[in-house]
Nanobody, 122 residues
Framework: QVQFVESGGGLVQPGGSLRLSCAAS????????MGWYRQVAGSERELVAT???????EYGDSVKGRFSISRDNAKNTVYLQMNSLKSEDTAVYYC????????????????WGQGNQVTVSS
């Protein structure tokens, strides 16, 4: 099983910045990719950004050029720097660990964090 500690959400004015972090712990041998998805009530969860252990990053179209994802593989921690925030970035941001291989080395699973509210409003 995998647990997450997420931090960095909150209220920010339009044009401001926030930094999210997500640390995974538990029975972990390796994690293929870590990142964030976000969801607004009544809408589907959408990709914000993910990064593989090798450093390949993928971004949702609406955040390209404004958000930057990074990862510390040794700490199983991923960071999301969010700049030039807009009201439409308001959502619950969910951390996801994909392709988690447990310490036994057998099989792999995906895990979701509990979510972190980000509100962009004046």
């Amino acid at each position: 099983q995998v647990q997450f500690v997420e931090s960095g959400g909150g209220l920010v004015q339009p044009g401001g910045s926030l930094r999210l972090s997500c640390a995974a712990s538990g029975s972990i041998y390796s994690i293929y990719a870590m990142g964030w998805y976000r969801q607004v009530a009544g809408s589907e969860r959408e990709l914000v950004a993910t990064v593989t252990a090798g450093g390949y990053a993928e971004y949702g179209d609406s955040v390209k050029g404004r958000f930057s994802i990074s990862r510390d593989n040794a700490k199983n921690t991923v960071y999301l720097q969010m700049n030039s925030l807009k009201s439409e970035d308001t959502a619950v941001y969910y951390c996801k660990a994909e392709g988690v291989v447990p310490e036994s080395g057998v099989g792999y699973n995906d895990y979701w964090g509990q979510g972190n509210q980000v509100t962009v409003s004046s």
